[in-house]
């Protein structure tokens, strides 16, 4: 599975932005898509997941009511939209899938993922 992220940018604080995760390869492989972000000097963390057939989602605490996961299984594409945007939103952003069920769970771990895209960096200024 090839992903490609894109749709990051600069944007003020309270504004949105869309992010694009397209797949190709061996799609139908595919249990979940996940959207991670990583600040300068910090760790990689899980920001939101989707199951690819059912479209079961789950969200980081801190985005969780702004952010939302999408997917369109026609274009083999799933969408982060994100709102309400805060500073400490910004981050190099990217979107990972896995094959591994996991007993049914969306997972939080960016080790459970195993093809990663390249990032699509999202500045929010204050």
């Known amino acids: 599975v090839q992903l490609q992220a894109s749709g990051g940018g600069l944007v003020q604080a309270g504004g949105s932005l869309r992010l694009s995760c397209a797949a190709s390869?061996?799609?139908?492989?595919?249990?979940?898509v996940g959207w991670f972000r990583q600040a300068p000097g910090k760790e990689r963390d899980f920001v939101a997941g989707?199951?690819?057939?059912?479209?079961?989602?789950y969200y980081a605490d801190s985005v969780k009511g702004r952010f939302t996961i999408i997917r369109d299984n026609a274009k083999n594409t799933v969408y982060l939209q994100m709102n309400s945007l805060k500073p400490e939103d910004t981050a190099v952003y990217y979107c990972?899938?896995?094959?591994?069920?996991?007993?049914?769970?969306?997972?939080?771990?960016?080790?459970?993922?195993?093809?990663w895209g390249q990032g699509t960096q999202v500045t929010v200024s204050s």
């Open positions: 390869g061996r799609t139908f492989s595919t249990y979940a």
């Open positions: 989707i199951t690819w057939s059912v479209g079961r989602t």
């Open positions: 990972a899938a896995t094959s591994a069920a996991y007993g049914g769970a969306i997972p939080s771990l960016r080790e459970r993922y195993t093809y």
